[in-house]
């Protein structure tokens, strides 16, 4: 880089990090005292890339009157299931044989739908009261990808710019602690304002752990003399030096800073986590030929860092983890990817059965998981056994203190006049500003009125209660 250029990233840089501060971890950690594990209430959310149908993870009842809505709706899905469009009798068996049969009162009114036996996390949740079905979501409404995954992770459902911090990270601007990102890189959603610009956004309380395992810097052993080891200790060297030249207004400054602060904290990190070997429920996630092993490469290392991440709160201060899964972008072959995604998230022995087998219910009782995409799938099948782009979706909340049941119609009766459209969809009728302020409270009470000011200009579905927790 030359050196103009650097001078000018220094320069920016120090907006979004301050002066002698690494981004995420120094600034609050220094005054951090928790114990280990959770001791606030902290939230995971987990984007499901490419907008998931939930209408095939929860299916209405099948119906053998051919006006019900348990019938048109199989015989418009049929295809994507796998199933003839004639076979009402295949039907029945796809819904007998493959789903757990479930019911939800709310009032004088009784809905029965299905939940897929992939899905037995899900099932254990919702017997204990703590799954909450969110119904007619809306983020976006124009069906692009890009465009609707940045209003989730802004929390914006009328955003146009991508620049704008995300809504995890203004939570931990108003409720204290960490964004801990899990994936390969950040997503919008981790990014908290800058400063008190809360129109542009920077990274001051992000923490990026891809791998927590390898957090610290590389630490040569005394008797290695191999060439990387060598430069390790002339770099440390280096920076050491460096520290006790440079004065603290030095434009170099902040780096040497960072350099120290990584090398302390990812130390501290790294001998926490030797001691701890990963558990063998969240190890065989990872483990070729293990019979849990996930057919997505990408998940099983976000639920190993979610572990160590708990494991490390002391140091890392999480208040809200960001996780996320691809594929759900379902044009073809349906039946096939989803059964596959949903036996990777949510079947027995799998992604979060293990973890919550992992960690102890003090624990599990201060997280709270939200799923969600950035839209729906239409009401009936294309052409190649799969679903194309909708607007309406579901949103899929998990935890101890979710007061669990069905919110929203789940299958409206108006979509039935609808199946004959050339694209119909669920119909958006709740913006997801109203779920997340809900989300935001229970981590941080008040924090919505801060986080999502013009709430109460935001659609939401007529009779609509949502409360969320209990």
Same mark, same amino acid.
């Given at each position: ?25 120094? +600034? ?27 209408? =095939? ?10 006006? +019900? ?10 295809? %994507? ?18 789903? !757990? ?11 029965? !739908? ?12 919702? *017997? ?9 979501? &809306? ?19 009328? +955003?146009?710019?991508? *620049?704008?911090? @995300? ?6 601007? #108003? ?13 919008? !959603?981790?990014?908290?304002?800058? @400063? ?7 990274? *001051?309380?992000?923490?990026? %752990? ?9 630490? $040569? ?79 099983? $290392? ?18 809200? %983890?960001?996780?996320?899964?691809? @594929?759900?972008?379902? =044009? ?8 596959? /995604?949903?036996?990777? /998230? !949510? ?9 919550? #087998? ?40 998990? @935890? ?11 299958? $409206? ?7 004959? *459209? ?13 779920? /997340?302020?809900? &989300? ?25 209660? /949502?409360?969320?927790?209990?």
């Amino acid at each position: 880089m030359k050196r103009r250029d650097f001078l000018r990233a220094a320069v920016s840089s120090s907006l979004v990090y301050g002066l002698g501060s690494m981004p995420g971890i120094a +600034s609050s950690v220094l005054a951090q005292s928790a114990a280990m594990g959770l001791t606030r209430n902290t939230f995971v959310n987990v984007m499901l890339e490419g907008a998931p149908d939930l209408r =095939h993870l929860m299916p209405p009842a099948y119906s053998s009157d051919q006006n +019900s809505y348990g019938y048109q709706f199989w015989k418009a899905k049929a295809t %994507a299931h796998g199933l003839s469009a004639s076979d009402s009798n295949a039907w029945a068996n796809r819904w007998d044989n493959d789903y !757990f049969h479930l019911s939800s009162t709310d009032g004088n009114k009784t809905v029965d !739908f299905g939940l897929s036996k992939e899905a037995v996390w899900l099932k254990k949740m919702w *017997d204990k009261g703590n799954l909450a079905v969110i119904n007619n979501m &809306v983020a976006g409404v124009d069906r692009n990808h890009s465009h609707c995954q940045m209003q989730l992770n802004q929390g914006d459902s009328h +955003s146009h710019m991508s *620049d704008q911090p @995300g809504w995890g990270g203004k939570l931990v601007r #108003a409720a204290g602690g960490n964004v801990v990102s899990l994936t390969a890189s950040p997503s919008d !959603f981790c990014f908290s304002p800058d @400063g008190d610009n809360w129109m542009k956004r920077g990274n *001051d309380n992000l923490i990026s %752990a891809s791998n927590t395992r390898a957090m610290g810097l590389y630490e $040569p052993l005394s008797d290695d003399n191999s060439r990387q080891a060598g430069i390790a200790r002339s770099l440390e060297g280096y920076y050491q030096a460096k520290q006790d030249e440079m004065s603290s207004n030095s434009l170099y400054r902040r780096f040497v800073d960072q350099e120290a602060e990584a090398r302390y904290y990812g130390g501290l990190i790294d001998e926490r986590l030797a001691d701890h070997p990963v558990p063998m429920a969240i190890e065989a996630l990872y483990t070729e030929g293990a019979l849990t092993e996930l057919a997505d490469i990408k998940l099983a $290392p976000q639920i190993r860092n979610l572990y160590d991440s708990i494991l490390c709160n002391d140091i890392m201060d999480m208040r809200v %983890a960001s996780m996320l899964v691809g @594929g759900w972008d379902t =044009h073809k072959d349906q039946k096939m990817k989803l059964d596959s /995604l949903f036996t990777d /998230l !949510f079947g027995e022995g799998r992604a979060f059965d293990a973890l919550q #087998a992992s960690v102890p219910t003090e624990v599990s009782d201060k997280m709270v998981f939200m799923f969600a995409g950035e839209f729906g799938r239409q009401l009936k099948s294309n052409g190649d056994a799969g679903t194309d782009h909708g607007r309406g979706t579901s949103y899929l909340l998990v @935890g101890e203190n979710v007061r669990g049941g069905i919110y929203g119609d789940m299958y $409206p009766a108006e979509e039935l006049s609808r199946l004959g *459209d050339k694209s119909p969809d669920i119909n958006g009728l709740t913006s997801l500003e109203h779920v /997340l302020a809900e &989300v935001s409270n229970w981590v941080q009470p008040g924090s919505s009125s801060v986080i999502f000011p013009n709430l109460a200009h935001k659609n939401k579905e007529d009779g609509l209660d /949502l409360t969320l927790f209990s």
